[in-house]
Nanobody, 114 residues
């Protein structure tokens, strides 16, 4: 089964930037994937996704600030996050979408505070 390892999180001030990486062990090919985030007491939510064809989609609150892209040869999915806000504070995960979701990795923590 495919497993994901997320990295790149950290602590930044509002307005800062981070680039998250998600590396897969196993075959991912061009399967649709996404970045999710979760804060304590809330459900995990999908914030950015990429289709098999390479089209990307974002939630309204990250549109224009986050950019998702993938390097298939490296089996890696990236999330470039700019102009970070305190409400972006969360643990970020990557995975497939919908019925293709597999076991969750440990995620990478992002903290945005003054």
């Amino acid at each position: 089964q495919v497993r994901f390892v997320e990295s790149g999180g950290g602590s930044v001030q509002p307005g800062g930037s981070l680039r998250l990486s998600c590396t897969a062990s196993g075959k991912i090919d061009f399967t649709a994937m996404g970045w999710y985030r979760q804060t304590p007491g809330k459900q995990r939510e999908l914030v950015a996704s990429i289709s098999r064809g390479g089209s990307t989609d974002y939630t309204d609150d990250v549109t224009g600030r986050f950019r998702l892209f993938r390097a298939n040869a490296l089996k890696t999915l990236f999330l470039e996050m700019n102009n970070l806000k305190p409400e972006d504070t969360a643990v970020y995960y990557c995975n497939f979408l919908h019925n293709d979701i597999v076991s969750w990795g440990q995620g990478t923590e992002v903290t945005v505070s003054p």
